[in-house]
């Protein structure tokens, strides 16, 4: 009985936590996560070198948007089942099948036919023509 009451008030306090916290960075400034403020944090990034504090390709877009207060999980895979289809508009999450296996690899449409991603090619992060990198499968709005 203890256990339980331990349990549903680390809960409570857990949801107070929640809902008092400061909304993100993102939100405070207006942007509501919209695409051109994912494409400018995504090109922040732009030079850090490839495997840098996790940043492979899903750890790379997994930072830009936890930064906008949008938690994607950490494979390629995985972010491609997240959020809803859509037709690569900045900011959106896009995925390549490089090698005719599956999904291997994501990056970040600009909207001006390019993507931001890390690169194992350039051994970091870059922004490259998106008919650059090879297996286009489609876009998905994580947003």
Do not use: N
Not at 25 to 32: F, L, Q, R
Not at 72 to 79: C, F, G, K, V
Not at 86 to 101: M, P, Q, R, T, W
């Amino acid at each position: 009985m203890r256990q339980l009451a331990a349990v549903m008030l680390s809960c409570a306090l857990f949801s107070v936590v929640l809902l008092t916290s400061s909304p993100s960075e993102a939100y405070a400034k207006g942007y509501e996560a919209s695409g051109q403020a994912v494409v400018d944090d995504a090109r922040s990034y732009i030079g850090t070198p490839y495997g840098a504090w996790g940043l492979d390709c899903s750890g790379f877009t997994s930072a830009v948007f936890a930064e906008l207060g949008v938690y994607l999980p950490d494979s390629p895979d995985a972010q491609y089942a997240y959020g809803t289809p859509s037709y690569g508009k900045a900011g959106d999450l896009v995925f390549f099948d490089e090698a005719g296996y599956g999904i291997s690899h994501v990056g970040i449409a600009t909207g001006y036919g390019t993507v931001v991603h890390a690169s194992t090619y350039y051994g970091a992060v870059v922004e490259t023509p998106i008919e650059y990198i090879p297996g286009y499968v489609g876009a998905v709005d994580a947003y």
